[in-house]
């Protein structure tokens, strides 16, 4: 893959990006995403669309782009800053590497042209909009890997009204934890992030068994998070949809007590009980249609 060095102005802000898809490379290596698109291509899935993935979870998800093929989308092992909480957003995807200086002098004289200023870091987080998670890959580096302390963490929680996954490390962490905002990392440490160089902005990124393309949707749970091709979001939201009636039913018939977990649990086998779960299906999805 052919891919250019370029430095632009975006919306008020000023983007470094450092070996990124143009226009043209973006919308061929996201070819099959249905709906309207960033500026500089990135697909831009519905609002509506990502309100509605924060009700899934891993596994509903997982049901769909396994059947699809798309069996390298999940990754765990995670130190999960909010538990309780759901990461969903459209991603943002930045890549580190460590630092050769002849290369990151190149980067910085870029940068110095553009009037950046802060660190390599900064020139990321300045380009998100309301509904991106950033997605980081910094190797799995912790000390010196830390993308983000309690300040710019804030800033990104203002800004996006999602969080971040960083394949690497942050800082402050007790500045960080109050505030709410979800985030999945590797380690923590309390050094300011050093010895890295900023090498890709929105262009496919490895996070840990993932490629992550930009504009994936993101969902991340207490479990891990799932990078989901735009073209499959409705798929997955269907779907889901469909998948929770069945557990809700399910779990109705094993409180009364009355089967075996095999008479209901995947499908009933009685004709009786099909045709009681078929109704039920039914009457449910109309009524979430109204």
């Known amino acids: 893959m052919r891919v250019v060095v370029l430095l632009a102005f975006s919306a008020g802000c000023v983007a470094a990006q450092v070996l990124t898809f143009t226009r043209d490379q973006m919308i061929r290596y996201t070819s099959k995403n249905p709906f309207e698109r960033f500026e500089d291509g990135r697909p831009k899935v519905p609002d509506a669309l990502l309100e509605q993935m924060k009700d899934l979870s891993a596994e509903d998800v997982w049901t769909v782009l396994g059947s699809r093929g798309f069996n390298n989308q999940y990754e ?8 309780g909480k759901k990461l969903v957003g459209r ?6 590497m460590p ?14 042209s553009k009037g950046l200023y802060g660190g390599q870091n900064q020139w990321v987080i300045d380009t998100l909009q309301p509904g991106d998670v950033v997605v980081v890959d910094l190797f799995g580096k912790v000390q010196g890997g ?3 302390g309690d300040n710019l963490a804030f800033y990104i929680f203002q800004k996006t009204k999602t969080g971040f996954i960083v394949n690497g490390a942050v800082r402050d962490l007790e500045g960080i934890v109050p505030m709410g905002v979800p985030g999945y990392v590797r380690g923590v440490h309390p ?3 050093s010895n890295v ?3 890709g902005v929105n262009i496919p990124i490895r996070i840990g068994d993932v490629t992550v393309m930009p504009g994936d949707v993101v969902l991340g749970d207490r479990e891990g998070v799932y990078f989901i091709p735009p073209h499959l979001v409705e798929e997955v939201v269907t779907r889901a949809r469909t998948t929770k009636i069945h557990d809700e039913w399910t779990k109705e018939k094993f409180r009364t007590g009355k089967y075996k977990s095999s008479d209901i649990y995947g499908s009933p086998h009685d004709p009786a009980l099909k045709q009681e779960y078929k109704e039920y299906l039914e009457k449910q999805l109309g009524a979430a249609k109204k």
């Open 191 to 193: 050094t300011p992030i």
């Open 76 to 83: 765990g092992n995670w130190r999960i800053l909010q538990p």
């Open 197 to 199: 160089m900023l090498t």
């Open 99 to 112: 630092v050769r200086p002849d290369v990151n002098d190149v980067i910085t004289a870029d940068g110095k």
């Open 91 to 96: 991603v943002v995807t930045a890549q580190f």
């Open 146 to 148: 830390t993308f983000v």
